[in-house]
Structure formats: C-alpha cells, structure tokens
C-alpha cells in the first residue's frame, strides 16, 4: 500500500536526506520550499549568467512516496539518517495515496487551449474541439511549451495576429517546437528552431512532423547565417539581455523581434538592453498576462 510522508529539513541536510531516503528504499522524492506562499518564500533557480548563491531552500519539505505504512515509512527515516550521522527528523504527516494512472492524471492537466478564433492548441491525447480550426497537435515530451503558460500564449496571440504568409521565422529556445509549429500552420515559409537541451530538439522534430510542418531545428553553434522576418524567443529575462546580440543579428531590415519570458516589472529593463545594444530593435510592451509580458518591436526598413 503506497503512502506518502512528509518531513522537513535544513539547507544543508535536503539532498543528502533525499539521496539517502532513496537508499533506503522510497520510491520517490519531491523537495519544496517549506516556507512557499508565506514572506519568507525565496526562488532558487538558476539562469544562464546569474548562477544561484544557494543550492537548497533554508527549509526543505520532503514528499517521500514509499510502498508500506507508518511504521515503515519510520524505519526508513530512521536508517536514512542513521546513514548520514544525524539527528532523526520527525514526521509532519503520513497519508495513503490512491491507486492512481498517473499519465491520465497527468494529461488532463494539458486540455485544448484556444489561442484565438482560428488557431489552437491540442495535446495529442485530446480531440480536436473545433477540427476546421488551425490545430496544432502537441507531445511536449519532458520539453517546455504546451500552450498553457501565459508567456506562450502571448507569443502563439503575436504570430496569429502578426505573422504575414510566406515569412521566415527563427524561434529561438524552440523547447517543444510549438511557435515554430503555429508558425508554420499561420502560412510562414523557411522555420528555423534553436534549443540547447537535445530532447527538446528531439521532441520539436516529432511534433513538426506530427503536424505535416518543414521546420528544422538545431543547437546554437549549428545555426546557419542568415537573417528572419521575425525573431521570437520566449525564455527568461536574465538570458535574453545576455541573448542581445544573437537575436538583434537575427532580425532581418523591416523583421521583427518578439520577446517573451518576462516578468512585468522586468519589461522596461528589457526594453533599455535592446534599444541600447548594437543594431537596435526598439521594443515595446505589446501585452500582459497574469504578470508576464510580451514584448515587441520591429527594424526599420
């Protein structure tokens, strides 16, 4: 019978508990910040540029999934920190887990997503809502992009309004290829996807071709010279200031850059870095969502 226990711990003892909860026989462990949704929250991530300072929460809440009840899940706690020399943490909380399929209970929290009155966003595992639409099929895979969050959402908004048949377009941090696929559906021509991570370029060629789209997709170091009708690139907002360069050289005369992945209160400071850069694009704030912008502009002729 599965159970999920709860327990805390320190900054320094999270990982080495969790790795050693592993050991000694738990089937999983999910690590949060004990201290979410209250003042003393802290993000704890890293970006490209801007590395973290810490590597673990002040305080970690473990979410240990274990197959056996109470009694076991204290054995398994106790030999865990017997392994590490350290004082036994207590148990908060000790529940049974349902019998659960957790790919279905995972799939249901992707369901179509309407862009706008002509183009959606359909996970593989759902039907078409309106099949006469432009329906771009999805398989995000373990890549970023579903059509749900709201920096996607703004961009896929941009392209459908925007995006002029025939256009070329670069979308860089391609992750599962879904604005290089909407691109594609909205008329443009030669695609162009960028990405670091291999599975994403793994999972973006697999939905390219699910959806009948000629896109290519490639790492930054392979990209081929060249310039695009629009440049979009929906990452975070510590990388595009460091991605200034790369992106502005991409724009093509009259082509235009479309940036999302950022905060509201980090617009303006977007907007400095790329009207202050070499071969500037002037950008504006082209709409909010839930906290997030969209911004936009386009070179001169």
Wanted: glycine share 8%.
């Amino acid at each position: 019978m599965l159970h999920e226990v709860t327990l805390l711990a320190g900054e320094d003892s999270a990982e080495p508990l969790a790795d050693a909860l592993l050991a000694a026989g738990a089937l999983s462990i999910a690590v949060e910040d004990a201290d979410a949704a209250s003042e003393r929250e802290s993000a704890l991530y890293g970006e490209p540029g801007l590395e973290p300072q810490r590597h673990a929460w002040l305080r970690s809440r473990l979410r240990v999934l274990l197959d056996g009840d109470v009694r076991a899940a204290g054995r398994m706690v106790q030999a865990a920190s017997d392994a590490l020399g350290m004082a036994t943490p207590a148990i908060e909380s000790c529940i049974e887990v349902a019998d659960t399929d957790w790919v279905r209970a995972t799939q249901a929290q992707f369901p179509p997503t309407r862009i706008s009155q002509r183009l959606w966003i359909v996970p593989s595992w759902h039907d078409a809502p309106d099949p006469g639409a432009l329906n771009v099929r999805l398989d995000p895979g373990v890549a970023f992009g579903t059509g749900t969050h709201p920096t996607t959402r703004l961009c896929l908004a941009w392209l459908d309004e925007n995006l002029r048949p025939g256009a070329s377009v670069l979308d860089y941090g391609c992750g599962s290829g879904i604005l290089a696929i909407a691109a594609g559906k909205l008329g443009a021509d030669r695609i162009v996807g960028i990405d670091v991570d291999p599975q994403a370029l793994a999972a973006a060629r697999a939905n390219s071709q699910a959806n009948g789209v000629a896109a290519s997709y490639t790492a930054p170091d392979d990209l081929a010279p060249g310039t695009y009708d629009i440049v979009v690139a929906n990452i975070l907002s510590n990388p595009l200031k460091l991605l200034a360069p790369a992106l502005l050289a991409r724009v093509a005369p009259g082509g235009a850059l479309v940036l999302s992945g950022i905060l509201q209160r980090q617009s303006e400071e977007l907007i400095a870095a790329y009207r202050d850069a070499d071969a500037a694009v002037p950008l504006t704030a082209w709409q909010f969502a839930d906290g997030w912008c969209c911004l936009a502009g386009r070179r001169s002729a």
